[in-house]
């Protein structure tokens, strides 16, 4: 059974990118003229901070530099998050993506875009937005039925817990001058 330079990385930084509290998401090794670039794309939960992404990257090039994983020549070593256009492949990554709006290219060829309103272990729920001041519709999508979903950039989305804040913020605005007016 023969693998391949990508899957020997992975079964070797895996562990150590989990030990650190992330996931190993991605490893791809690239030609660059004669320089090879190994590019790690890691990720959590709640999401990899600068620190965390650092911390990872210093442990990688100390795994790689003791072993011969990348051979004898020379290499750069990338490690970064999936971006704000995340492409979903996994469970873990629709869960991550609750809140969020998703381009849907469905398997019968027709595309969506939606807001992932909840996931399980068949499928999303989400919400498509309404059109010319038409409500928003709900629909279950079975994760069969996804060929691919991309996380898209919203500009204006707010932010549930910055919402919440304002909202709480408002609230006591509107008391002290209410206090005041008294």
Same mark, same amino acid.
């Given at each position: ?6 899957? %020997?990385? $992975?079964? =070797?930084?895996?562990?150590?990118? *989990?030990?650190? &509290?992330? @996931? /190993? ?5 690239? #030609?660059?003229? %004669?320089? $090879?670039? =190994?590019?790690?794309?890691?990720? *959590?939960?709640? &999401?990899? @901070? /600068? ?5 990872? #990257? ?5 795994? =790689? ?7 004898? &020549? ?109």
């Amino acid at each position: 059974m023969s693998t391949t330079q990508s899957e %020997r990385l $992975r079964e =070797l930084l895996e562990p150590l990118v *989990s030990s650190q &509290g992330l @996931d /190993l998401e991605e490893i791809e090794v690239d #030609s660059v003229g %004669r320089k $090879r670039v =190994l590019r790690v794309v890691v990720d *959590s939960d709640e &999401g990899a @901070d /600068l620190d965390a992404v650092a911390d990872v #990257s210093r442990a990688l090039s100390a795994k =790689l530099d003791e072993t011969d994983a990348m051979g004898q &020549g020379e290499y750069t070593l990338e490690v970064g998050t999936p971006g704000a256009e995340r492409e979903l492949r996994e469970h873990r990554h629709y869960v991550r993506a609750v809140e969020r709006l998703v381009k849907f290219q469905l398997t019968d060829g027709d595309e969506l875009v939606a807001r992932i309103i909840a996931v399980d272990d068949e499928g999303t729920d989400v919400e498509v937005p309404g059109v010319k001041g038409r409500r928003p519709t709900a629909r279950r999508l079975a994760f069969e039925d996804i060929a691919k979903a991309r996380v898209q950039i919203e500009f204006n989305r707010k932010d549930k817990k910055a919402e919440t804040a304002e909202t709480a913020d408002t609230a006591d605005t509107d008391m002290k001058e209410e206090e005041e007016e008294a």
